[in-house]
């Protein structure tokens, strides 16, 4: 999915950098250098894309935002309508997507102390956690693995809107 929507964003003229978590410096150490690469790069926005699990039932997709980042909220917002939208002629890939359900409101809000907080709250720009399935749901799974370039056309085309809207 990564590369997918690297090369989607790219093909609509953003400029795209790359990151991996470090993951033996602990969670908390990594996001610190995170950010500090985030913002060295001076990036607008940051997405993390997020692999998340419960049980073999949960299923559907949210983005999260840290609840203090009212521009985090209107990018998780986007992201949610682009990645839900049910009008063919807003989004003409629809019938392709694995998922219109979504987990909560599509949008959640995380405090200080919640999951993903850290890195919602420290980095330097929007930041939002993309959750597109449940890995553990072998239906979302499968369906997520065969829509790949589906789903990163309207992550790339929320963020495209994002950018002529506020940016």
Known sequence: M??????????QGHTV???FRDIKQGYTGAMRKLANE???FRADVCLELHFNSASPKAHGFEFLYYKGSRMGKKLANLLSVWYSAKDESFHPFKSKLPF??????GTLARGRFSRGSTYLRITPCPAIIVETHFGSNIKDHNNAIVTQRQQAKAIARALTEYE????
């Open 2 to 11: 990564r590369v997918l929507l690297v090369e989607e964003l790219e093909f």
């Open 17 to 19: 950098k790359s990151h």
């Open 38 to 40: 985030i913002k060295a």
């Open 100 to 105: 219109s359900k979504r987990r909560g409101t």
């Open 164 to 167: 002529r809207l506020y940016l």
